[in-house]
């Protein structure tokens, strides 16, 4: 059977880094989010690229599920969680399933400076957490990682993904080339500054996790919802 893996973070998850990480075997066809230009349509929520990526993307859920998350292509496609709205979780069964999550104090922190107000649905908590149910309830596996973990200790991590995907793990991988990839969404011009710069995962430390006090009930609430996604581990 073909390796089809699928990553349901949330944003400013160490997403963008994991896709680089999967782009550098060569061995995988990459996605980046093929359900944007869906979610977009369905949600109608407001994002940075949205006109730009409502005029080049699919936003046929069936078309997009068909095309790439039913090939015999091995593939690794890089979700937000939140993209599933609206979705019969059936499409989920044959794939590699891996939850990406982070302290949403860390997430509010880095995603208020593109999207000032945001809500439940665009920090994807739930969302996540009702794949992990689906999972379960189907007794089918799946993995969970902390994007902490993916920074401070990336080849153990990236040896822990690969096993759970039953695919070899390589040290390439571990780095990649600095700059834009093909593979890049048309959003990357607003979120992927820093991994831009980049050429791994980078274990710098920060603090400066300040949240409003206007998003503090919102902060609750993620935080809840985190805990219990990590519980599932």
């Known amino acids: 059977m073909s390796s089809l893996i699928a990553l349901w973070s949330g944003p400013r998850n160490l997403s963008t880094a994991l896709m680089y990480s999967f782009i550098s075997r060569e061995d995988f066809m990459v996605y980046d989010e093929p359900l944007f230009g869906y979610f977009l349509k369905t949600t109608g929520v407001w994002r940075p690229s949205r006109n730009e990526a409502l005029e080049v993307m699919e936003t046929n859920s069936q078309k997009i599920l068909q095309e790439i998350f039913q090939t015999k292509t091995p593939t690794f496609t890089k979700n937000i969680a939140n993209h599933i709205v609206g979705l019969n979780l059936n499409f989920l069964k044959p794939l590699k399933n891996?939850?990406?999550?982070?302290?949403?104090?860390?997430?509010?922190?880095?995603?208020?400076?593109?999207?000032?107000?945001?809500?439940?649905?665009?920090?994807?908590?739930?969302?996540?957490?009702?794949?992990?149910?689906?999972?379960?309830?189907?007794?089918?596996?799946y993995l969970v990682i902390e994007s902490n973990d993916l920074k401070n200790d990336?080849?153990?991590?990236?040896?822990?993904?690969?096993?759970?995907?039953?695919?070899?793990?390589?040290?390439?991988?571990?780095?990649?080339?600095?700059?834009?990839?093909?593979?890049?969404?048309?959003?990357?011009?607003?979120?992927?500054?820093?991994?831009?710069?980049?050429?791994?995962?980078?274990?710098?430390?920060?603090?400066?996790?300040?949240?409003?006090?206007?998003?503090?009930?919102?902060?609750t609430e993620s935080l809840e919802l985190y805990k219990k996604i990590i519980s599932k581990t």
């Open 98 to 141: 891996i939850i990406l999550t982070r302290n949403p104090q860390e997430v509010l922190a880095s995603y208020t400076k593109q999207v000032e107000t945001p809500t439940l649905l665009d920090l994807a908590y739930p969302q996540q957490l009702e794949i992990i149910n689906f999972l379960k309830n189907n007794n089918l596996p």
């Open 154 to 219: 990336p080849e153990n991590t990236l040896k822990k993904i690969c096993k759970f995907s039953n695919i070899e793990f390589s040290d390439t991988m571990l780095k990649w080339e600095k700059g834009p990839k093909k593979e890049d969404g048309v959003w990357a011009k607003y979120w992927y500054h820093s991994v831009h710069q980049s050429t791994g995962f980078s274990k710098t430390i920060t603090n400066d996790y300040l949240v409003r006090d206007a998003l503090k009930k919102l902060l």
